[in-house]
């Protein structure tokens, strides 16, 4: 039967004589049929690929993987397995020794007979063998008093009670113990009560949980203004990193009365980082705390929060890229070979890349190779975008064709960093800046308050920024 007498219907080929002997019925039927058949297939594909998201392939962090190997964890061959701990040839480090001027007690000790003969012994060891005992010092409060006197007048019987110096805080507690308490609620993440426990349990010094909150608004507006500097800081530097991460915000005064979703928001440089919870992931916010005048190379994921920058000031993360990439490689049919020739490409861009950050490759070196996997990099992905599909298609190759055309339109910004020295192809300084937030979100479920809000912030910038200089290490 020759191929102009056969039909397509559903993907099986049938006789074009025996479809048009059909009862007009039946087909309407069969259309219907094959018309619900088509939408429960999409269906069905969509929900499997939301079951697949994971940490690879999606936006999902590490941690809701679940227990168990990664999952793009291959099987490794059956074998002698290593031991725990360091292996041959491992370089071992030891515990640095103080200086002995610095030690509170030196105790020397000598042989009196020889081990061997017993014949007595004599003379001195110019490098006798040193070993330390590091303990912790006793912990008692140091209290300073201040009494304030009164004196009653002798010509009008007034009484005068003397004030307290400037220097002196009203609140009853030092600048060490309210920085002390600072950094426990900050860096640590300790809530009121673990905090009220420590003191209590490691200096004897006794507080109470409103004490606690009060030291915190004092450190708080202590930092206000070295965090603003902090923020017109980013927002001249050369380079920047951006990331956001949801950021729970109450209403506990009154200052978020319709429930908005709070945004912790990160702006990372090599040398300082700002942070700032702000109740609205928008442009508008992004143009606040970024400066609308953006005066170095941005780093960010794809988020349209960031569209206004110019492209040429952009720089798309590749690790970001990754994902979408894996996720299309992960579908099926052309989607899968979309997806495996594109992820080509970034394997051996991030090889060429490490070579550059080992110093094996130079600068002039990796612009001239990026060359051709730029292009091919592109036409695949202007392929991809030309396969026609309805605008309400929901299959995943409908999805892949999306996903290649938003890619185009930011396509320049995913070479920013072939030719300017500084900028990494990938946000990761900022995810890891963030990661701290997150996991004080998670302890606390954010904060109850605008107040409480911007103690968070103000203290992640503050000790951020002074770990700073080993955050970041970028070939120049």
């Not at 956001?244 to 040398?271: C, H, I, Y």
């Not at 994921?301 to 990754?322: E, F, T």
């Not at 991030?350 to 091919?376: C, E, K, M, N, Y």
């Not at 605008?450 to 955050?471: D, I, N, W």
Request: glycine share 6%.
């Amino acid at each position: 039967m020759a191929m102009t007498d056969e039909i397509e219907l559903a993907g099986s080929r049938i006789a074009r004589s025996d479809w048009e002997a059909t009862p007009a019925s039946v087909k309407t039927l069969v259309t219907e049929v094959m018309g619900q058949i088509g939408q429960l297939h999409e269906r069905v594909a969509h929900l499997e690929e939301r079951l697949t998201k994971n940490s690879k392939n999606s936006s999902k962090p590490p941690s809701s993987d679940g227990f168990g190997p990664p999952p793009d964890a291959k099987a490794k061959p059956q074998g002698k397995k290593r031991k725990r701990g360091g292996q041959p040839g491992h370089r071992g480090h030891r515990r640095d020794l103080y200086p002995s001027e610095q030690c509170k007690e030196v105790k020397a000790y000598y042989p009196e007979q020889c081990k061997r003969c017993g014949a007595a012994l004599s003379g001195e060891d110019p490098s006798p063998e040193r070993h330390q005992v590091v303990d912790l010092p006793s912990m008692a409060p140091e209290v300073y008093e201040h009494q304030l006197h009164q004196r009653v007048c002798e010509h009008c019987g007034s009484a005068t009670r003397a004030e307290l110096p400037p220097a002196v805080t009203v609140s009853g507690y030092g600048e060490r113990l309210s920085a002390f308490v600072g950094l426990l609620s900050g860096r640590y993440r300790q809530s009121h009560r673990q905090v009220v426990s420590l003191l209590s349990e490691v200096f004897e010094i006794r507080v109470s949980s409103g004490s606690v909150n009060r030291m915190r608004r004092e450190l708080s507006a202590a930092l206000a203004e070295p965090v603003a500097a902090a923020q017109q800081y980013v927002q001249g530097s050369a380079v920047l990193h951006s990331d956001e991460t949801s950021f729970q915000q109450g209403n506990a005064d009154g200052s978020n009365p319709s429930g908005k979703r709070g945004w912790m928001w990160v702006l990372v440089t090599p040398l300082v980082s700002f942070f700032e919870v702000a109740l609205s992931r928008s442009q508008a916010t992004a143009q606040t705390l970024i400066g609308e005048a953006v005066s170095g190379v941005v780093v960010s994921d794809r988020y349209s929060s960031y569209n206004w920058i110019a492209l040429a000031q952009r720089q798309v993360c590749w690790a970001h890229l990754k994902r979408d990439l894996t996720a299309i490689a992960e579908r099926s049919g052309v989607s899968q070979a979309v997806g495996e020739a594109l992820l080509r490409r970034e394997r051996r861009l991030f090889r060429l890349w490490h070579r550059v950050r080992d110093g094996t490759l130079s600068r002039a070196a990796f612009s001239q190779a990026i060359v051709p996997l730029q292009r091919g990099f592109k036409a695949e992905l202007e392929a991809a975008a030309q396969i026609s599909m309805t605008a309400k298609e929901r299959t995943p190759l409908a999805k892949t064709v999306r996903t290649c055309r938003k890619l185009l339109q930011v396509e320049p910004a995913l070479w920013t960093f072939v030719d300017t020295p500084g900028v990494e192809p990938t946000n990761n300084a900022a995810e890891r800046a963030l990661r701290p937030a997150v996991i004080w979100r998670r302890t606390s479920f954010g904060a109850q308050s605008q107040a409480g809000s911007e103690f968070v912030s103000r203290m992640m910038t503050a000790v951020t920024s002074l770990h700073a200089p080993q955050r970041i290490r970028v070939p120049r």
